[in-house]
């Protein structure tokens, strides 16, 4: 059986247009970068939930600019120093249904946030339900969160 280059140029057209149809997902196959921040948000949940800075500071970007559902932003330092000074904990964090789409150097990171604080002063829970919007960047050999913006659900 003879295949010609025109006979694969329709399969491989197909499979690179499913990553520019909103709402499709980035296949199987596309790569290592895509583990690499699935990791990286993972680190960045696990380390966001026991207040952290430390692991924090060694995803996020030094130019980040992260908004909160409140409409605050932080940059980098400041949002190191509420989660060292923080008020409350956390008795649940959850980065539901997270979805990950590479474009060039850089990575849009959708997923829903779910969770609970409890306040140290007076132990009122107060649940979150928030839709988090995520931009990474590629520095380097290294994937850093860029940007992070919040949305009340």
Known sequence: MNIDRRELMLPALAVGLLGLIPGSTVPAFAGADEDTIAKNLEAFRAAQAVGNAEVLASVCAEELSYSHSSGAVDDKASLMAGVTKANYKWTS???????????????????????EQEFTADGKKV???????MNW?????????????????
Request: proline share 6%; charged share 20%; net charge positive.
């Open 93 to 115: 964090l959850e980065y539901k249904d997270p979805t990950i789409r590479i474009v060039g150097p850089a990575a849009i990171v959708r997923f829903n946030f779910v969770g």
């Open 127 to 133: 649940p979150q339900n928030l839709h988090i919007l």
């Open 137 to 153: 960047q590629k520095q380097g050999n290294d994937w850093k969160l860029l940007s992070r913006s919040a949305t009340k659900l």
